[in-house]
């Protein structure tokens, strides 16, 4: 999510930029009536495993689990998507059975959406709508779903229903993309944590916000000049700094660093977005910085 980050919960306009990296869903199907499943890494690596039975009466329980470093409650989520899937296309699941593998292009402390393309392939697999997958389960703004459908950005709003946001293809191709570039913070943020967060402040001027924030959106949208493009990023950080009641990124980390640095998503860990010229990109290296991914090379 490039602009908006938690006011897009308020109707706030969004501009977000679908990445390179995504997940792969294999599924080979099988006669007896259970659910084989298997997760790799990125580099390869079987970090869960699990088994699940298919009923006669249409629930789908857990029967074993072999999870090596495994996310803490795995199991249980994904037996829930799988309920919620059968609810949803029951047809799909009587008298058969699958083995299922999945598998990351990216680490998963990237933060780039593990979950929304893992509900997004299994949506399109099952045939059911991902974002009444997504509202049943993670919940959340739906921008990540969005994101996992489409091949370029897009400009995305949420509605009444979760289930039926207004998504449109945007045109965000800067002439100056050779100077923007994504940084991870070595750390990856809880996102339902951070929500949670931006809903305890009761900021009274967030209708404004909102207002100005989704004005932002379509500035950086149509933006043709690298300097305003710097100041949007400003003004941005501002009006979110003030609506959590948190410090900037660049004024806690990087206060020297002479481009611009803007938060991303969930503030507190996985990427940033900077400016800057590719020898200004060994300033967040030096600083112990050292995954540093080109904008060509993040976004599709």
Known sequence: ??????????????????????????????EEPLIHWKSFSSEGDLWYKSKFRITEDGIISKMDVEAPGAIKNMDDRLLQILNVLYEMNPSHFRGKGYQIETELEFPSDWGLGSSSTLLVNLAEWVSVDPYVLSSKTFGGSGYDIACGMHDGPIIYQVTDSLESPK?????????????????????????REAVAHYRKQKTKLKKDMVKEISAISLNFLYCKDFDEFENLIYLHEQIISECLGLPVVKEVLFPDYPGAVKSLGAWGGDFIL?????????YFREKGYQTVVS??????
């Open 167 to 191: 998504v449109g293809r945007a045109n965000f191709a800067p002439d100056f993309k050779d100077r923007l570039f994504f940084v991870h913070r070595n750390q990856k943020q809880n996102t």
């Open 1 to 30: 999510m490039l602009t908006s980050e938690y006011l897009i919960i308020d109707r706030a306009l969004a501009l977000a930029l679908p990445c390179k990296y995504g997940q792969w869903l294999r599924v080979k199907p099988q």
């Open 274 to 282: 900077a400016t800057g010229t590719y020898d200004q990109k060994e």
């Open 295 to 300: 904008y060509s090379d993040m976004v599709l």
